[in-house]
């Protein structure tokens, strides 16, 4: 995380918060695991996020970041913060900018929950990739890096990194329709028509398998940390929906920002390609196909129309913990509000890729 992030200092708790019991037997656990550790720490919640609930560790000898699951019963496969750790684990010494990692406790009598401690990472983090305020160039050079740097993950060899086994083989796009439409239906959603017609039209419609590589899974600006004074990234964050499976999947996820519904706060559709130095979606496209090698076995519009079914699966899901007394923020009481949308603007994707009407 970055120190211009911001901690949340409301008044009153929220689900995942630490007490000063559980902050007690965390000071202990941080001694035994964190090298030089030596109290006292100080916590404090960062603002933002709908999944794992985030701190800052402030010490006598440096500060760090804990992410923690949510407590309570959650979505099975949900909030894999021991996949985070493993990934980040091991790409931090293939030299992909991640923070390191300094270890993990699935012992939930410590704070309530599984977590583990990172790294606290300066830098930026930019939440509006319109990018507001900065010259034409620096836009430019901002996309260009994360472009390439999503090629150089997709480069990585899984075995060699150490993480073959860091998800199933084959099958990737079945597997994952199947988890979110499983996901999905158990949040008890309302009925969307774009919703039904996107679980019975993307199973019959996959691209072939591709050789396996790690992806991300929610590969976007503010799930990334940028160098204080030069447009580099220092660090992408948030893997817990990360695994092994296609690159272009990743790859579209990625640019899904470009046919967003015009209420989302990452759409692209009132940018001005012409005088801006933010990329079109095919200049983008292209300039990650030059740096990976990989290439598209379906229209574009196909792997754009799974991801916004897919991030419109996962809002539901955040409705649904909601409406259990799980959410993380009162932003996601907001979120039932956006799978429709999302929806739609999928369901005209597979419409442009060759959908029936």
């Excluded at 402030?58 to 309570?72: C, F, I, N, Q």
């Excluded at 931090?92 to 990172?118: K, N, Q």
């Excluded at 706060?265 to 990976?292: K, Q, W």
């Excluded at 519009?301 to 409406?323: E, H, K, P, S, T």
Aim: glycine share 8%; charged share 25%; with cysteine.
């Amino acid at each position: 995380m970055s120190s211009q992030s911001t901690a949340d200092a409301g008044v009153l708790p929220r689900a995942g918060d630490i007490d000063a019991k559980a902050a007690q037997r965390l000071e202990q656990w941080l001694k035994r695991e964190v090298p030089a550790h030596d109290g006292p720490v100080s916590i404090a919640r960062f603002a933002g996020g709908q999944s794992n609930p985030t701190f800052r560790l402030s010490t006598a000898h440096g500060d760090y970041v804990l992410r923690r699951k949510p407590p309570g019963a959650l979505l099975r496969s949900a909030h894999a913060i021991e996949r985070e750790y493993e990934v980040m684990a091991a790409l931090g010494p293939r030299g992909f900018p991640v923070p390191r990692t300094f270890g993990i406790c699935l012992d939930e009598s410590v704070i309530g929950s599984a977590f583990y401690v990172m790294e606290l990472v300066e830098g930026r983090i930019l939440w509006d990739p319109k990018l507001p305020g900065m010259a034409p160039s620096e836009q430019r050079a901002i996309y260009d890096a994360q472009i390439d740097a999503l090629a150089a993950l997709h480069r990585i060899d899984p075995e060699t990194a150490g993480l073959s086994d860091f998800g199933k083989p084959g099958n990737y796009f079945a597997r994952q329709v199947f988890r979110w439409t499983s996901q999905y239906q158990a949040s008890e959603p309302a009925d969307d028509e774009h919703m039904q017609r996107l679980m019975a039209w993307l199973p019959e419609t996959m691209p072939p398998e591709v050789p396996a590589r790690i992806v991300h899974g929610d590969y976007r600006i503010d799930n990334m940390i940028l160098k204080p004074d030069r447009p580099e990234i220092a660090a992408v964050l948030d893997w817990e929906l990360s695994t092994l499976g296609d690159p272009i999947a990743d790859l579209t996820n990625f640019l899904m920002m470009w046919r967003m519904p015009a209420g989302e706060r990452t759409a692209l559709h009132a940018v001005d390609f012409d005088t801006s130095g933010i990329p079109t979606m095919e200049e983008a496209l292209d300039r990650y196909l030059a740096a990976s090698g990989s290439v598209l076995d379906r229209p574009v519009d196909w792997y754009i129309a799974f991801n916004l079914f897919r991030l419109a699966a996962i809002l539901q899901g955040v409705a649904g913990r909601a409406a259990r007394g799980q959410a993380n923020n009162e932003r996601a009481l907001a979120a039932q509000s956006r799978v429709g949308p999302l929806a739609r603007a999928a369901w005209e994707s597979a419409r442009r890729a060759g959908a029936p009407a």
